[in-house]
């Protein structure tokens, strides 16, 4: 029974912190971005190239390793070395935690570099899709909203 606790415990955990990952590709839209004026600028892809959009790190992941850790430790041994375990399974489990968090919510991204008719060159990172990929000569929109910057066909 027990390890079956612990492996609902684990999975809510993971589902936690897949749920809290943003979205960031170019479809995506923040509540606070719909309905807004955006800015558009029409331009040519010149470069582009794949790159690694590093995953969250909140407390979220690490204070939720850090209760399953302290209790799975806690159940080690009797008197002070159940604290001690208890402890060290908390401090353990939080760095997992964290280190989980961080690869959960990692995600693949493009770097897509554009050259405006007024010269202007600008590189944009967003989240890689399968509906939307850019090829070098491409021509694009690259829309501005309320700081948030996206490239789209």
């Known amino acids: 029974m027990k390890r079956v606790m612990w492996v609902f415990l684990g999975v809510f955990v993971l589902a936690v912190l897949v749920g809290c990952a943003s979205n960031l590709s170019g479809e995506s839209y923040s509540r606070d971005e719909a309905r807004m004026v955006q800015q558009v600028k029409i331009g040519v892809v010149e470069f582009v190239r794949p790159v690694v959009i590093e995953g969250t790190k909140t407390p979220i992941g690490a204070g939720a390793g850090a209760i399953v850790g302290g209790i799975a430790g806690s159940g080690v041994g009797g008197g002070k070395g159940s604290s001690i375990a208890g402890v060290v ?5 939080g760095l997992a935690g964290a280190a989980t968090e961080e690869q959960v919510t990692k995600r693949q ?8 008719e007024d010269g202007k060159v600008l590189a944009i990172v967003q989240e890689a899709t399968e ?3 850019f090829a070098v000569g491409d021509r694009v929109r690259v829309l501005t909203v309320k700081g948030n910057t996206r490239v789209s066909h």
């Open 109 to 116: 991204g493009v770097e897509v570099t554009v050259r405006f």
């Open 89 to 93: 399974g908390a401090v353990v489990g």
């Open 131 to 133: 509906n939307e990929s």
